[in-house]
């Protein structure tokens, strides 16, 4: 059977993806430390990550008892980013949290410089132009950093 998450990505069926959800679903962001609850938030971040995203693929998925997890790749800002979706659903089966990483940290800039924006957008231009400042300086300190860190630790 098809895990509900795979499902939306597979189709674009978002109401079917947040019926999935306990009404008091938490998502943990690899952006923000502070997590967004319930159903209606989960129904507005993953509209926004559908439309944001491109070329999503699962390249792994593996499942254990009430635990379900799916590494992916997709397309952010112009850059090929690898993550993983970890989710723990209750005994009735519904999801009861998510949890996002991504990697390396300059694609976590990316999938910020793309999804933050189109995400505060939905608040209003000004928040969205906000994020979109605050995120400018990451994306180019870890591309900086990406750059450079490997020459300065590795053995060649």
Not at 108 to 125: E, N, Q, S
Request: aromatic share 8%.
């Amino acid at each position: 059977m098809t895990h509900p998450f795979r499902a939306f990505w597979e189709t674009g069926d978002l109401a079917t993806w947040i019926e999935a959800m306990e009404a008091d679903v938490v998502l943990h962001s690899p952006m923000i430390t502070t997590p967004f609850d319930g159903r209606q938030t989960a129904a507005e971040l993953y509209g926004t990550l559908f439309e944001v995203l491109d070329h999503f693929e699962v390249a792994e998925e593996l499942s254990a008892g009430d635990s379900y997890a799916c590494l992916w790749r997709a397309t952010a800002a112009g850059r090929r980013i690898e993550g993983a979706d970890f989710i723990t659903s209750r005994p009735d089966g519904k999801i009861a949290e998510v949890r996002v990483l991504i990697r390396p940290l300059v694609n976590i800039a990316a999938f910020a410089t793309d999804v933050g924006p189109a995400l505060a957008a939905k608040r209003g231009r000004l928040q969205a132009a906000l994020v979109r400042v605050l995120n400018l300086p990451l994306r180019i300190v870890f591309a900086l950093a990406d750059a450079v860190v490997p020459r300065l630790v590795m053995r060649r």
